[in-house]
C-alpha cells in the first residue's frame, strides 16, 4: 500500500502564494506520475498540474504561469508552487501518484485534499 499525505493549503488574498507539499511513503519502487487535482464545490474535480518521472510537465490553461509543479524523486514528494492566486483558485487540492510498487503492481493513489481558499 501506498499513502499519500499532503500539506501547505490556507487561506490567502488574492495575489498572495502557497506551497503544497505532497510525501508518498509506502511499498515504492518507483512514482511515475505525480500531479495535483482540484475540486470546487459543484464542480467536477480537474487536473491542476501534472510532472512525469523524468520531469515532464504539464498544466491546466488556467494555471499556467502562475503554478509551478516540481517533485523530488528521492523524497517521492511533490510540490505545487501556487503564485498570484485568484478567487477562482479555491478549491480542496489533491495529490495523485501513479506507482509501481516492490511487488511490481501498479496503481493510482490519492491523497486526503487540502483546502486552498483565496479570499479578501
Known amino acids: 500500500q501506498v499513502q499519500l499525505v499532503e500539506s501547505g493549503g490556507g487561506l490567502v488574498q488574492p495575489g498572495g502564494s502557497l506551497r503544497l507539499s505532497c510525501a508518498a511513503s509506502g511499498s515504492i519502487f518507483v512514482i511515475n506520475n505525480m500531479g495535483w487535482y482540484r475540486q470546487a464545490p459543484g464542480k467536477q474535480r480537474e487536473l491542476v498540474a501534472a510532472i512525469a518521472n523524468g520531469g515532464t510537465t504539464n498544466y491546466a490553461d488556467s494555471v499556467t504561469g502562475r503554478f509551478t509543479i516540481s517533485r523530488d524523486n528521492g523524497e517521492n514528494t511533490v510540490y505545487l508552487e501556487m503564485n498570484s492566486l485568484k478567487p477562482e483558485d479555491t478549491a480542496v487540492y489533491y495529490c495523485?501518484?501513479?506507482?509501481?510498487?516492490?511487488?511490481?503492481?501498479?496503481?493510482?493513489?490519492w491523497g486526503q485534499g487540502t483546502q486552498v481558499t483565496v479570499s479578501s
Open positions: 495523485n501518484a501513479y506507482v509501481t510498487m516492490k511487488d511490481w503492481r501498479r496503481d493510482n493513489y
